[in-house]
């Protein structure tokens, strides 16, 4: 696990999904409010972290198809106390829409 900033979350990719900027930018780009929302191709969650780090009333499913990427995302949520804020789901959504039925 990687500090990601002194006392910030704490973040590991699972040996595929590195800290990059891209990642660290698309997360400054959303207007996080509270409320539900859906991450899909999560990876392993770490824009997610960033959004929750951010606003803590939102809470998010992060849909992943690789089930490598979708555990290191909820090792990633347990890690940083935010198993109840965001829910990592291992799923193909083209087949399994009912699994995010809030998601349009």
């Known amino acids: 696990m990687t500090e990601l900033w002194k006392g910030g979350p704490r973040y590991e990719g ?3 999904f590195p800290i990059t900027t891209d990642s660290v ?9 509270p409320g539900r929302a859906v991450e899909l ?12 780090t951010r606003e803590p009333r939102l809470s998010l499913d992060c ?3 690789d089930p490598a ?3 290191a995302a909820e090792r990633n949520f347990a890690e940083n106390g935010l198993g109840e804020s965001a829910r990592a789901l291992c799923l193909d959504i083209r087949a399994d829409r009912a699994a995010l039925p809030h998601a349009a």
Request: charged share 15%; hydrophobic share 60%.
């Open 14 to 16: 699972g040996g595929a």
């Open 41 to 52: 191709c999560s990876g392993a969650g770490l824009i997610s972290l960033l959004l929750l």
């Open 25 to 33: 930018l698309l997360a400054d780009f959303v207007r996080a409010k």
């Open 63 to 65: 849909a992943e198809l």
């Open 69 to 71: 990427a979708s555990a």
